[in-house]
């Protein structure tokens, strides 16, 4: 059995209000990788940037 097995096996056995408690969870976690990968992109196009070099509009 996976874990998402297990997950899904251990969730038929709590409260909803715990189910609560685990999306709100499993929502911060799904957030915190796409700021994590929103932080990379923008990490490496300051290093392009400086490696580039930048125009001024003026």
Do not use: H, Y
């Not at 408690?21 to 915190?32: G, H, S, Y």
């Not at 990968?37 to 580039?52: G, Y």
Request: proline share 2%; net charge negative; no cysteine.
């Amino acid at each position: 059995m996976n874990t998402k097995q297990k997950i899904i096996e251990q969730m038929e056995e709590v409260p909803e209000e715990v189910l609560t408690e685990v999306l709100d969870f499993l929502l911060f976690l799904k957030t915190k990788e796409d700021f994590a990968d929103v932080e990379e992109d923008a990490r490496a196009a300051l290093e392009e940037a400086d490696l580039v070099g930048t125009t001024s509009s003026e």
